[in-house]
């Protein structure tokens, strides 16, 4: 079931996010609901704060290329257990930010560490787009989003263009 997915500014975005404490078929069939939100978005990565869930879920499938299929991961507690001192600069986006984009700075390669859907840990070094998506969906469980990374005055015309679409939203 697609789930509506919180626009900024919204302070749920803002919070940090609670560990998960147990794999529940409840979280189960969430996570499912935010991997069929993220293909219709259309996305790479959601993290639950942005479906207004405050726990450490993410999302991601950075496949983009025709042809090749696709590679969900559903990761549960995920956090980054090294970076590299090399670093790389992505024009990033967000489901809760549409149609706003910015270069971002951040390392290149991580280690990530998860528990998947049925329990198991997991542990992956990432690069390129894969590195930047996990990083992005990581700061989501964090309360941060890709326009902290932005100078003041980016972030508030970033900030302001939301405030006009959701009051235009609102307005049907």
Known sequence: MKR???LHPDPR??????AVPDLSDERR????DMLETMYDAPGIGLAAPQV????RLIVIDCVKEE???PRPLVMFNPEIVAASDVMSVYEEGCL??????ADVTRPSEVTV??????????????DGLWATCVQHEIDHLEGKLFIDYLGPMKRQ????????????LARG
């Open 67 to 69: 042809g090749t299929a």
């Open 29 to 32: 069939l969430l996570a499912a």
């Open 113 to 126: 560490r998860w528990i998947d859907l049925d329990g198991n840990e997991h542990s992956e070094d990432m």
């Open 157 to 168: 015309l970033i900030t302001r263009r939301m405030v006009k679409m959701k009051r235009e």
């Open 96 to 101: 809760s930010i549409p149609d706003q984009y």
């Open 4 to 6: 509506p997915i919180l």
């Open 52 to 55: 207004g869930v405050l726990e």
């Open 13 to 18: 975005l803002k919070r940090v996010a609670a």
